[in-house]
């Protein structure tokens, strides 16, 4: 699954005027139209078989960073798998030319040819884009900055091919059937996947036209070298980008391992960024809080250790402010109510917040501590443990 590619309607009007023109001749198209967009000429100029080899869709392979949805561990340990179906954790980009009932959507104008052009008019803009961003590359490939950066550049490609096809189209609209149905019908991704295509195609274009409209394309080109640290930074460019870069609070590394029995070994630790901690929060059916506590997002450190089967997973996050946390704990409550009694072996648990409100637990029958989490000052820490075989009361108290 990946980011929707912009209206298919347009990229067939596009190349179906075109389609005589050899690969050469579209991509010099293609560059001239961007060029155009950006005030300055594609340069150097692309070579065509570099770019159909290393570009096209499925070709290569490649895939945008994840973030923390690269570690299974730690979506596993969240219990976000819930919200992934078994086959639909975001992989490689799928080739259009081999999806189901591809080849009908075409018919009437050559369906092989056109499906090239339209790879070459992603693959054009892609290698324009990526190439430029490539001076900016270093970030850990799971953690919430590198999915900051890959918006970034999954956003101006969306934009700048929006603007290419359109461009193209304008001229030529008229050859193009207006009976004909060029949609192809794709079944719904599951919620986090949804919501990642979001964050890299929808949230990353609107972070760059706020940055152009603040200063152009030169504000572009700058922030592909400075780009955005955080998925808050991406998410809010004027508070957090433009105005003052809110630069995340570095949480330091967890030494909950040391309290935790022999046999235990880290697994994985990670980011989750704003983006991260709307998508837990949503596992308590609150969509709009959701989004309301992640906006308090400052810092976080997720760490998962392992023994056999078992997981435990410490989060900790740094909130804007202690009415933020008071909030985040509240939505953590929530959040238990739905995990643990929403099951006939889950009607046995009690679930506890203290009477300040600064700590909320899931205890079972036998007084074992499930669950726990706790507010200090602007800080909320869950230790977690989901198969029922470890009391975490030694390990939090």
Do not use: N
Request: hydrophobic share 45%; charged share 30%; aromatic share 6%.
């Amino acid at each position: 699954m990946f980011p929707p590619a912009g209206p298919l309607v347009l990229l067939c009007a596009a190349v179906a005027a075109l389609a005589d023109e050899g690969p050469e001749a579209w991509v010099r198209r293609v560059e001239a139209r961007i060029g155009a967009w950006r005030g300055a000429p594609v340069a150097p100029p692309l070579v065509v078989e570099a770019v159909a080899a290393e570009h096209v869709v499925g070709a290569s392979g490649r895939e945008p960073p994840r973030g923390f949805l690269a570690r299974p561990a730690v979506v596993e340990a969240f219990g976000l798998d819930s919200f992934l179906g078994p086959s639909d954790v975001p992989g490689p980009r799928r080739d259009r030319a081999a999806a189901a009932d591809g080849d009908r959507v075409l018919v009437a104008t050559g369906a092989s040819v056109l499906r090239r052009r339209l790879d070459l008019v992603d693959a054009v803009v892609r290698a324009v884009v990526t190439r430029r961003a490539a001076a900016s590359d270093g970030a850990a490939p799971d953690d919430d900055a590198a999915l900051a950066r890959a918006a970034l550049v999954e956003g101006e490609v969306r934009w700048l091919r929006s603007l290419v096809v359109a461009d193209l189209a304008t001229a030529i609209a008229e050859r193009l059937d207006e009976t004909d149905d060029l949609t192809v019908a794709e079944p719904t991704p599951p919620p986090l996947v949804s919501a990642w295509g979001r964050l890299l195609a929808e949230d990353g274009e609107a972070f760059l036209r706020a940055v152009h409209a603040d200063g152009g394309w030169e504000a572009v080109d700058r922030a592909s070298l400075a780009p955005p640290g955080s998925t808050e930074q991406l998410l809010h460019p004027r508070r957090a980008y433009l105005e003052a870069r809110d630069e995340p609070v570095t949480v330091p590394a967890s030494s909950l391992g040391a309290r935790l029995p022999t046999g235990f070994e880290t697994e994985a630790s990670t980011t989750l960024g704003e983006f991260g901690v709307g998508a837990f929060v949503r596992l308590a059916g609150d969509p709009v809080r959701a989004v309301r506590v992640a906006r308090g997002w400052d810092g976080d450190r997720a760490t998962v250790w392992r023994r056999g089967d078992v997981r435990v997973l410490e989060w900790e996050v740094v909130f804007d402010d202690e009415a933020d946390a008071a909030e985040a704990i509240d939505a953590l409550r929530k959040v238990f109510q739905r995990r643990f009694h929403r099951t006939v072996a889950g009607d046995g648990i009690s679930i506890v917040m203290d009477v300040g409100e600064t700590a909320v637990r899931a205890i079972d029958e036998a007084g074992a501590v499930r669950s726990s989490a706790r507010r200090e000052g602007r800080s909320v820490r869950w230790v977690d443990e989901r198969s029922g075989r470890l009391d975490l009361r030694a390990v939090v108290d």
